[in-house]
Structure formats: C-alpha cells, structure tokens
C-alpha cells in the first residue's frame, strides 16, 4: 500500500463555530471547491462507498478526500489505491471535526486542484451531526444490520441529512430490517431526505448516488 | 406493548468526572448492586444481547436496566418484555453517561431491589469511553458487519473494556471479518481484555458471557 499523508488536527479555538462554517463555505465558493460531508456509525461503509463513488465521478470531478480518525491510517491508505487525492486527519480523540477542524484538513489536503472534496467523517451518529463543518451538502450511511429503527434513536443525524443511503442491501434477508418502515422513519425527521438503497460492495445503487451528487455538484457550480 | 418510564437526565454540574464516579461506585458497593457498563456502535446488538443475558441470570440475581438514548423508548419497551426492571433515560441529545447522568438514572430506576444493574450506553464509540460512570466493569459489544479494524480506529474504547463480546457471528461468512486479527487488534490495545464470539439472535455464546458475568458478580458481592 502506498504511504498517506498525516495531519494531527488541532482543537479548535472558536466559540462561534457557525460563523467559522459560513465563512468556509464562503471561502469554498470562490474557490470552486464543492464540499461533501459523509457520516454514519462505525463500519456502516463510508470507505468503501468513496472508493465506488471515485470510480465513477474521477472522470467527471478533480476529486479530493479528508479521512477523519480518531487513530490509524488504514482509511487513507484504501483511499489511495483509487488514485484520488487523500489525507488522513487524526482528530486527536475528538468525536467529530467542526469547521475549522475542517479547514485545517482543506489546507492540508491543498485544494487548488479540487473541485468535489469529500469529509470522511468520524464514525459516530451523534456528535458529527452537532457541528456545521462548512459543506455544501451532508451525507450519512446507514447500513443494513444496524436496524431500520435508528431514525427514532438519532433524531438529529436524520434531520440534517439531505441525502440517506442505506447500504449492505445485499444482506436484507439475514437481518430484521424492514425497508418500509426505515424510509418512514428517515421522512418523520427530514420530509425532504433523498433516500438512495445501495450495495457498495457489489456496486448496487451507486450509479444513482453517484448520479445524484454530480447534479448537486454541477447545479452549485452553475449558480456560484 | 408495556408502558415504561421516561427519565429527562440533566447535564452534570460536577467538573471532575473521576471523583464522581468512585463516590457511586462506593455508595453501590455498601448497596450492594453492581453496575456493568454496556457499550457499542448504533445497532450494534446491545439490546439484543440484554435480552438474552436477562433470559440466563433472571433467577440468579434481581436485575434493572438502564436504557440511555438521545430520543424514543423502543429498548425500554422491548426489555419491559423480559420482566426485568427497565427505565428508559433521555440525554438531552448528550453523546453518553457520566457519573452524575448514571446516578440520575439509578435513582429513577430504584435499586433497592436490585442485585444488578446494567447501563445501556448511548450508541457510539468514542464519547462514551472518556466517561467513568461508577460502573464495576466495563462492557463493549463489537459487531460483525462493523468490521475486524475497529480497535485499530477507536483505541480508547477497546482499552478500557474487560470484556469485549463479538457478535453476530451468525453472519460472518457475508462480510469480510477476520476474527484472528480482530482478537490481534483487540489485545494491541488491552492485553487483558476477554473476548467472547456471540451471536445474540441465535444464543450462541451467550453462556459463557452470562457465565463471565455471573462470576465477576459474585467474586465482587464476597469482596466487598
């Protein structure tokens, strides 16, 4: 495997962290850098998911990835092997990176040859969802064997999603996850969630993902 | 489904945790309830496994279960099911317990009927582990689909658990987990920690965790 970058993030030193997202989102805009936030639960598939979602967008977008961590570079690593730009943060034991954690990693990936970056967020569905990290969209996984009951448990991970792919559909039938009900229950806390089943193992629903974060992407740069 | 109670938990007031946690430690000792500490990824079985734990030390010790979620009550209800003592506790959008938040939790329970307490933590792996709740062990359930890498990403957590259960093992032929090297992983960071393969769903396993259990209960009743 190929050597990753590493970057102990630091803490932050502001208190008003949606005033530091808004101006990262400013700063992203000027520079043309769409930014993708992508969360979910420990081991729900987010590395996986990138590796597939490069390898359909790399033709379309420069693609640029920050793999937050608490520990180890083994996210970073599979990350390089698509090829992609990547860097690996460690977060220092914090739970989630904040905007200008955020910002430190965007420096430290060095963006001017990047137009779509995504945040590998850490794993983790309660204190990511807390902190605007300056991207123009959020993401989340939810992965089949973690229950379609989560929605009710994590109310604000759902809320802030705009789009939620419910991955590992591949192993429906060995676990009690009623698709129904899980879309419900994404549509109780967000009417407006887009909800895409993929399979980022056998590569179902990604050309839909895939799909949809191209018009995103592509509708931004039109209206900057 | 029965009814079960709601507990609003409130943020501590208390800045030293540590302090905390060994004045509830002491005060459930000269009580004579022992408190686990039962943690784990979002979905990844921990009411599950304390359904069948329940099942297997029922008429051993009188047990309460504290079930600690952001929102909804769906653990409380399906753990009133067993016939075991059961709050439900909401954090308030909190990312786990501490002592303070525990204490609530067990006087809303009423332990003076209690032999066994069991706290079932939020769903995350990194917050709470930097929080002593008072509990006597500590507990983690890593499930299969999560992945063999995770002592790799969430140090923390897996060095400060006594007991690490892994399961759904049912499943393991559908994902690409190496139990060897998760074992591995697991002893890199606690050299000490015990390791039982479960599967909840199906009950394999869960004898010699509730045997585990039992002992570690017993061995500390004749000490204190």
């Not at 220092?92 to 739970?95: A, K, L, S, T, Y």
């Not at 990511?128 to 300056?134: K, L």
């Given at each position: 495997m190929r050597e990753v970058r590493i970057l102990e993030i630091k803490q932050s030193v502001f208190a008003d962290n949606d005033r530091q997202a808004d101006l990262l989102r400013q700063d992203l805009k000027e520079k043309g850098v769409f930014l993708l936030n992508l969360m979910s639960s420990p081991g729900a598939g987010k590395t996986t998911t990138l590796m597939r979602t490069i390898e359909v967008l790399k033709n379309t977008f420069k693609i640029g990835i920050l793999e937050a961590d608490i520990d180890s570079d083994v996210d970073a690593r599979t990350i390089s092997e698509s090829g992609a730009k990547v860097i690996q943060l460690h977060t220092?034991?914090?739970?989630h990176l904040d905007a200008e954690m955020t910002r430190q990693g965007l420096t430290g990936l060095e963006t001017s040859d990047v137009e779509l970056a995504i945040l590998e967020n850490v794993?983790?569905?309660?204190?990511?969802?807390?902190?605007?990290?300056?991207?123009?969209k959020n993401a989340m996984i939810l992965s089949v064997p973690e229950g379609h009951d989560k929605p009710l448990k994590y109310p604000l991970m759902f809320t802030i999603c705009d789009v939620v792919l419910i991955n590992k559909v591949d192993v429906l039938s060995y676990f009690d996850f009623d698709m129904e009900k899980c879309k419900e229950y994404i549509h109780m806390r967000n009417p407006k969630a887009k909800i895409i089943p993929i399979c980022a193992k056998t590569g179902e629903g990604i050309e839909e993902w895939s799909g949809w974060l191209k018009e995103e992407v592509i509708s931004w740069r039109e209206k900057r």
């Open positions: 220092g034991g914090m739970c794993g983790n569905l309660v204190c990511p969802a807390e902190f605007d990290t300056g991207a123009v």
